[in-house]
């Protein structure tokens, strides 16, 4: 049972648009989210969090919404360019862990982002 | 500090066999934590450890599966009896206690035949 889904297996988008990346999660109980970026043959690296006490965080090119009572994340890419495309997974914690760090993640099964020239 | 490091990159064993891996987490990170990943799936949770004590273990964790980490530094991920289904990357992550994201490692590819 997939607590972390990620429904669009991939997503194409020309250079310069907005990429809207979405996640859905059934745990009432996480309350931190993480969207990583995985390039091919690299592990997958950290990209964005936002806190279940917050609806949106920015960092840059990239903004992550959360919609608590939808149990619903975004991830928004404004502009897209070539070097995004990668795959894009969303995780969730369901504790906070020692010292306010989140324990282990949740993760959904990725959506492949590709930003055509 | 180059991040985190895993050893072997990729391991190509028979169905039957032991494998090891190792990770070398950042050097600072008090939390260090196994995933594997099968293809199409994102990172499944294994095990953490924070310092040299390991908190957390998941059910996909079974006896044929252990890890260490001595002296609260590097990780070893032993799998012992190999199977196919055990074909994956595994992937290693570290953190600060009161950090953001983790840092996860390039990853070891197991294949077994």
């Known amino acids: 049972d997939q607590q972390v889904k990620q429904n669009s297996p991939s997503l194409s988008v020309q250079e310069g648009r907005i990429s809207i990346l979405n996640c859905d999660y059934t745990?009432?109980?996480?309350?931190?989210f993480l969207w990583y970026k995985k390039y091919p043959a690299e592990g997958p690296t950290f990209l964005i969090s936002?806190?279940?006490?917050?609806d949106k965080n920015e960092d840059g090119r990239f903004t992550v919404f959360l919609n608590k009572s939808a149990k619903h994340l975004s991830l928004h890419i404004v502009p897209s360019q070539p070097g995004d495309s990668a795959v894009y997974f969303c995780?969730?914690?369901?504790?906070?862990?020692?010292?306010?760090?989140?324990?282990?993640?949740?993760f959904g099964k990725g959506t492949k982002l590709s930003v055509k020239p | 500090d180059t991040g985190v490091s895993q050893n072997p990159r990729h391991k190509i064993t028979k169905r039957g066999q032991n494998v090891t891996f190792r990770c070398d987490p950042i050097s600072e990170h008090n939390r260090l934590y196994w995933y594997r990943q099968t293809l199409g799936q994102g990172p499944e949770f294994l095990t953490y450890?924070?310092?040299?004590?390991?908190?957390?273990k998941s059910r996909l964790l079974s006896d044929r599966f252990s890890a260490e980490r001595p002296k609260g530094s590097f990780s070893t991920l032993e799998i012992q009896r190999t199977e196919q289904g055990d074909s994956a990357m595994y992937l290693c992550a570290s953190s600060l206690t009161q950090g953001t994201g983790y840092t996860f490692g390039s990853g070891t590819r197991l294949t077994v035949v």
């Open positions: 745990n009432s109980m996480f309350d931190y």
């Open positions: 450890f924070q310092n040299e004590a390991q908190l957390e």
């Open positions: 936002i806190s279940s006490i917050k």
């Open positions: 995780a969730a914690s369901a504790r906070r862990g020692y010292g306010g760090s989140q324990g282990n993640l949740i």
